[in-house]
Nanobody, 127 residues
């Protein structure tokens, strides 16, 4: 059974940084692309970014491009989300998810392209 566990969330002031981790177990982590999503109160879950199985290419939502960076360490079965220049509108529960394929599908930004999800970690950015 695949399990994904996020960590690293917390409270930070605007302009600050956080690094989220997503530890995977129970599956072949290195064989799949991975993604990050977030959900703010009263809003739908939205795509943040994704990374292919090798870590050689990543994609981001326009709202985080240039501020967030996704990376992965396949030897550690872990994916990361480095978040810099945080804004209050980044406040949300952040989820990591396993993509259905090693490379990203055409609709990689859609949550239905991901088959396993973590429980989420809260990120709160104050102004």
């Amino acid at each position: 059974q695949v399990q994904l566990v996020e960590s690293g969330g917390g409270s930070v002031q605007a302009g600050g940084s956080l690094r989220l981790s997503c530890a995977a177990s129970g599956g072949t982590f290195s064989s799949y692309a991975m993604g990050w999503f977030r959900q703010a109160p009263g809003k739908e879950r939205e795509f943040v970014g994704a990374i292919i199985w090798t870590g050689g290419r990543s994609y981001y939502a326009d709202s985080v491009k240039g501020r967030f960076t996704i990376s992965r360490d396949n030897a550690k079965n872990t994916m990361y989300l480095q978040m810099n220049s945080l804004k209050p509108e980044d406040t949300a529960v952040y989820y990591c998810a396993r993509h259905r394929y090693p490379v990203l599908s055409r609709t990689y930004y859609s949550y239905d392209q991901y088959d396993y999800w973590g429980q989420g970690t809260q990120v709160t950015v104050s102004s």
